[in-house]
């Protein structure tokens, strides 16, 4: 089954560098677990985290996230029961 993660920045604001930070971290967490993740490109203050198409975060009703936060939504989607380590506390 295909497990992808989708972060879409903005650009206008400078958000690469975090969303890359974000990325790599995921990517690290979930290494045998997901099959894709992408950076999408976007304008107006976006910072959307999504699962399958599914939004689990977006900045603005969340505000940013921390790795922590975002990684027990993806866990939850893509590994559930999947230990986080010292995340899960």
């Given at each position: 089954?295909?497990?992808?993660?989708?972060?879409?920045?903005?650009?206008?604001?400078?958000?690469?560098?975090?969303?890359?930070?974000?990325?790599?971290?995921?990517?690290?967490?979930?290494?045998?677990?997901?099959?894709?993740?992408?950076?999408?490109?976007?304008?107006?203050?976006?910072?959307?985290?999504?699962?399958?198409?599914?939004?689990?975060?977006?900045?603005?009703?969340?505000?940013?996230?921390?790795?922590?936060?975002?990684?027990?939504?993806?866990?939850?989607r893509v590994a559930p029961g999947k230990s986080l380590g010292h995340s899960d506390k």
């Open positions: 089954m295909t497990q992808r993660v989708e972060i879409e920045y903005c650009t206008q604001c400078r958000w690469l560098p975090r969303a890359a930070w974000l990325a790599q971290e995921l990517l690290t967490t979930f290494e045998t677990e997901l099959t894709e993740l992408s950076l999408k490109p976007g304008t107006g203050g976006v910072f959307v985290v999504r699962v399958n198409d599914e939004v689990v975060w977006d900045r603005r009703e969340q505000g940013f996230p921390e790795p922590t936060a975002v990684k027990k939504l993806v866990r939850d």
